[in-house]
């Protein structure tokens, strides 16, 4: 590494193992009895599993205990899953769930502190500093991403351009104008920008730009090769989810081989998704995360759903926290289109709600000049199918619209005739990826 930055807290990311699962146990055990205190859900999973937070005397006891998941979210909806008052919430986000409503989360004035740290860290490790003008091309509102980095970036002292999503060509000025230094979005975005910086005739090499934070959705290196060549900057990758805090959650040192997790502040395991066993240190499987300090929304066990692994050597850069690679895939059907998080059934339900369409369609992905774009194939009756031109578009408009909204990424939405999309002996084949990553 020809380049070594600064550590943003380096007591708590070079803490030797020992000592760090030390800190962890300590903090589960006061995690466990503040949601068996103050969350029902969590009061009845640990009843029917005869738990009490007593009991829990190593951290692989934790592996005993049931798993939290999306639809626990969904049952618990809006607010059943906070563990303190809205009194003490300062903050609510919220990102899709499987189903028509979202998963809300929820902040204390300490946890956005924490979060503004865990931020702080892997922007640091990223090389970030307060002589950097971060441009923030996250869409600010329920998602997190935009506030998480920016949050992140003021305590850094580095100067935020909240710039938010899409307008790209405005994107480009300001970025050249600004002198922006640090790129914070998806990678796909990134993309993006080099596709219209080419367009206009901009050389990457007359911008002050030097370093993307890209996250939010999956990656490959060959993407990061491309961004990194058609942008002239480093780029390094960063993850985190909703229900466990948004970003900061893990994030690349320049080193650039895996993400380090924030294991201070969440246990994470592996297991297997079919059976749920937690599978021995380095195999793949899907990531499991447990907050340690989180109040308002503590989570115990939560199931990513995220296909991983973890690396416990101590990186080149002197952090002990382990590093997590990037994800190989989900175990559920969850997409990520444009960095939106999207479930076939959330389609499916409001497909339902449209009259005239059978229940046959077919999700078409493609990644057109590295921009991602959903095609919905939807068989619907005879009548409209061989109705007029003009009321067939308004079915298509209303379609389209009712989509967007619910999805909150618009779809191209196409009509097919009845029995036209094949029909599979065992599970329906509704989603056809053909982006390459
Ligand atoms: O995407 C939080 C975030 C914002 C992370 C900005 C990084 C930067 P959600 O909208 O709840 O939260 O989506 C979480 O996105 O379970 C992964 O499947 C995927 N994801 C997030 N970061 C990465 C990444 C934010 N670096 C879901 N690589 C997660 C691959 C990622 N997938």
């Not at 491309?226 to 900061?248: F, H, K």
Request: proline share 4%.
């Amino acid at each position: 590494m020809d380049h070594q930055p600064a550590i943003w807290n380096q007591h708590a990311e070079c803490l030797p193992r020992e000592q760090l699962l030390k800190l962890q146990l300590q903090r589960l055990q006061h995690t466990l009895h503040s949601v068996a205190t103050h969350v029902p859900c969590y009061q009845n999973k640990f009843k029917n599993c005869g738990f009490e937070p007593e009991n829990l005397q190593t951290l692989e006891d934790l592996g005993k205990l049931p798993f939290t998941t999306k639809e626990d979210l969904r049952l618990n909806y809006p607010y059943g899953m906070f563990a303190v008052p809205m009194r003490d919430v300062v903050r609510i986000h919220s990102s899709s769930g499987t189903t028509g409503k979202p998963t809300v989360v929820g902040y204390t004035k300490e946890d956005i502190q924490t979060w503004t740290e865990l931020v702080a860290r892997f922007m640091t490790a990223a090389g970030v500093t307060n002589e950097d003008i971060v441009h923030i091309a996250f869409g600010y509102g329920l998602f997190t991403g935009a506030f998480g980095l920016h949050y992140g970036s003021e305590a850094i002292g580095a100067s935020v351009i909240p710039m938010s999503g899409g307008n790209t060509d405005k994107q480009l000025m300001i970025m050249q104008d600004y002198r922006s230094s640090a790129l914070v979005c998806t990678p796909s975005y990134g993309l993006t920008l080099a596709d219209r910086m080419e367009k206009q005739g901009i050389d990457p090499r007359s911008l002050a730009l030097r370093v993307g934070l890209f996250g939010a959705e999956p990656w490959s290196e060959q993407m990061r090769a491309e961004v990194e060549q058609r942008l002239d900057i480093i780029a390094t990758d960063n993850y985190g989810l909703s229900e466990i805090m948004g970003p900061g959650v893990a994030g690349e040192c320049l080193c650039r081989k895996g993400m380090h997790l924030a294991e201070d502040h969440f246990i994470a395991e592996i297991i297997d998704p079919d059976t749920g066993q937690v599978l021995p240190k380095g195999d793949v499987g899907e990531l499991v995360l447990t907050s340690l300090t989180k109040q308002a929304f503590p989570m115990v066990r939560y199931r990513t759903r995220d296909i991983t692994r973890i690396d416990y050597e101590t990186c080149e850069c002197g952090r002990t926290l382990a590093r997590m690679e990037k994800t190989r895939g989900r175990s559920d059907d969850m997409l990520i289109i444009k960095g939106v998080n999207v479930f076939p059934t959330q389609i499916e339900e409001v497909l339902l709600q449209i009259e005239g369409t059978e229940p046959h369609y077919q999700l078409f992905i493609d990644r057109i000049n590295n921009v991602d774009s959903l095609e919905i194939q939807i068989e619907v009756n005879e009548k409209i199918f061989f109705d007029e031109m003009k009321q067939q578009r308004t079915f298509v408009v209303e379609a389209e619209k009712k989509l967007a909204s619910v999805l909150g990424v618009s779809a191209k939405v196409k009509l097919v005739e009845p029995s036209t999309i094949v029909r599979h002996e065992g599970k329906a084949v509704r989603v056809i990826d053909r982006r390459q990553q």
